[in-house]
């Protein structure tokens, strides 16, 4: 199994920022893909940021600019620097991880149980 432990959110003031980590643990075969997803209240999870094992970067065009994702292959963890957070970046974050675990025969997706970042304008 593998298992996401989300660490960094909090309260901020708008023009602030945030950097949030996430590191996986447990009986880790490999991790392909890594990356941050958020929900808002009243609205659907969406994606913000992802980095694959090669390096290749995703990010929403709501925060291109704003929020930088960066990865600790060796680590398993990943990390997102939040620049000039505005009130529609309050959600709660979740950390994601795509791969499998020792013995699994195949992919899954893996969820943390998310942190809340909250911004106050």
């Known amino acids: 199994q593998v298992h996401l432990v989300e660490s960094g959110g909090g309260l901020v003031q708008a023009g602030g920022s945030l950097r949030l980590s996430c590191a996986a643990s447990?009986?880790?075969?490999?991790?392909?893909?890594m990356g941050w997803y958020r929900q808002a209240p009243g609205k659907q999870r969406e994606l913000v940021a992802v980095?694959?094992?090669?390096?290749?970067?995703n990010y929403a065009d709501s925060v291109k600019g704003r929020f930088t994702i960066s990865r600790d292959s060796p680590k398993n963890t990943v990390f997102l620097e939040m620049n000039s957070l505005t009130s529609e970046d309050t959600a709660v974050y979740y950390c994601?991880?795509?791969?499998?675990?020792?013995?699994?025969?195949?992919?899954?997706?893996?969820w943390g149980q998310g942190t809340q970042v909250t911004v106050s304008s």
């Open positions: 994601n991880a795509f791969g499998r675990g020792v013995g699994f025969p195949y992919d899954l997706a893996y």
């Open positions: 447990g009986s880790i075969f490999r991790i392909n893909e």
């Open positions: 980095i694959a094992s090669g390096g290749s970067i």
